[in-house]
Each structure stands twice: as structure tokens, then as C-alpha cells.
């Protein structure tokens, strides 16, 4: 998450129009506090979160619960935009290019 905020920060990424986004900031936030990730969306209109996965005959399951077995190897991790909240107060975030509302 470190690398991929620096990157966010210092060169940004660059829309469909060719417009390049940068961010000004970033922080650690426990993600076990829904109401923080709720206001933190709401004040700077979105923020990011990240996580690990575990070998991929795990990860062939998207969609579906995922076991994880301790002792696992970390195979990578995963960036997921939250781009707001809907109005029910809900996350709205991409991920592999689909809208969850």
C-alpha cells in the first residue's frame, strides 16, 4: 500500500481522457472502523484500501468466500479505489474494472 500511495502521490494515474490524478496525501487507517472510512470518504471523496492474497487456487473462487489456511504464502496484493458512498451510506469502489454499488 506504501508503494502504490507514493506512486498515487508523486506521478498519479491517468484517466480515459488522458488526464493525470495525483493524490496529496495519504494515511494508515484501521479498517475495522467503518465510521472513520465513512467520514474519511465523505471529507476527501474517496480513499483506497489494499490487501493480500494467498495462493491462487485460492483466489480462483472470486466471487465466493475465500478459506485462508495459516501458513500460507502471500502471492500478492490488490489496490481497491472506494470512490464514495451511495445514498444509503454504503461503499461505492472498483475492482478488476467493476462497479460495486
Not at 36 to 46: E, N, Q, R, S
Not at 54 to 83: E, F, Q, T
Given at each position: ?11 498519479g494515474i491517468i484517466d480515459a481522457n488522458g488526464k493525470r490524478h495525483k493524490i496529496d496525501a495519504f494515511a494508515k487507517v484501521p479498517l475495522h472502523r467503518l465510521d472513520w472510512l465513512k467520514t474519511l ?61
Amino acid at each position: 500500500m506504501g508503494a502504490m500511495a507514493r506512486y498515487r502521490r508523486d506521478i498519479g494515474i491517468i484517466d480515459a481522457n488522458g488526464k493525470r490524478h495525483k493524490i496529496d496525501a495519504f494515511a494508515k487507517v484501521p479498517l475495522h472502523r467503518l465510521d472513520w472510512l465513512k467520514t474519511l470518504t465523505w471529507l476527501f471523496g474517496g480513499l483506497g484500501f489494499g490487501f493480500l492474497f494467498r495462493p491462487a487456487p485460492r483466489i480462483s473462487l472470486i466471487g465466493r468466500a475465500v478459506d485462508v489456511v495459516k501458513g500460507d504464502d502471500i502471492m500478492g496484493g490488490h489496490y481497491v479505489p472506494m470512490l464514495g458512498l451511495n445514498e444509503a451510506g454504503n461503499f461505492v469502489c472498483t475492482s478488476w474494472a467493476r462497479a460495486s454499488r
